[in-house]
């Protein structure tokens, strides 16, 4: 079967940093990507991952290890703004398929 | 990235009628997505749409219920029909796009809730 498990919901502080988790199981894998999601929007992309390692843009920074079937989307410096819904994705051999979002919530 | 605009943003429908969704890209793009939302759920995959073939549906959606018109490289439309209270969601298309052709990008959704 095909499988993306992300956690369901992640509190943080402004100014630290967070690490979300996205484990998954897909036939044929061409990609992991992560998306972030404000409440009532639609998700914009954040990140792409296709080679094991980090990929680092700014205050974001994404991992994948394609052996372990798993990635995280770090996240530095936290903002208000962060507070939203992080969407981990992973494109298999015919379809792009999302986890369910971790919702991030940043306190002051 | 593609600019994504999709009509209307929002509407109430009443059970047993159809809502068009219309989705407008401002550059050309073979492939079209799909997507449903529900409430605090993640996307699922509806249809994907190329100009000039029907679209391919996904498990347990069919065409006669989620009937889907391409008629160009920029424009497509999503009809929900025979409405349901369980059709209450968000349906959101989406291209492809950005440095590496694989990035997706949304539209920013109709919010439809069937009474």
């Known amino acids: 079967g095909q499988n993306i498990d992300q956690p369901t919901e992640m509190t943080a502080t402004e100014g630290a940093i967070v690490q979300i988790n996205c484990t998954y199981q897909?036939?044929?894998?061409?990609?992991l990507f992560w998306y972030q999601q404000h409440a009532g929007e639609a998700p914009t992309f954040l990140s792409y991952?296709?080679?094991?390692g980090l990929e680092e843009k700014g205050r974001f920074s994404s991992f994948l290890s394609r052996s372990k079937g798993y990635s995280y989307l770090l996240l530095k410096e936290l903002q208000m703004k962060d507070s939203a819904s992080y969407l981990c994705?992973?494109?298999?051999?015919?379809?792009?398929?999302f986890g369910t979002g971790t919702r991030l919530k940043v306190l002051a | 990235s593609a600019v994504i605009s999709q009509k209307p943003s929002r509407d109430i429908c009443q059970r047993g009628t159809s809502l068009t969704i219309q989705c407008q890209v401002d550059s050309q793009v073979t492939m079209m997505f799909w997507y449903r939302q529900q409430p605090g759920q993640s996307l699922t995959l509806i249809a994907t749409?190329?100009?000039?073939?029907?679209?391919?549906?996904e498990s347990g959606f069919v065409i006669d219920k989620f009937p889907i018109s391409r008629p160009n490289l920029t424009f497509s439309t999503l009809t929900v029909s025979n409405m349901s209270p369980e059709d209450s969601s968000i349906y959101l298309c989406?291209?492809?796009?950005?440095?590496?052709?694989?990035?997706?990008?949304f539209g920013p959704g109709t919010r439809l809730t069937v009474t």
């Open positions: 989406s291209v492809l796009g950005g440095g590496t052709g694989h990035e997706q990008y």
């Open positions: 897909t036939s044929g894998f061409n990609g």
């Open positions: 991952n296709v080679l094991d």
């Open positions: 994705a992973v494109r298999g051999t015919y379809k792009y398929i």
């Open positions: 749409a190329n100009q000039g073939s029907e679209a391919t549906y």
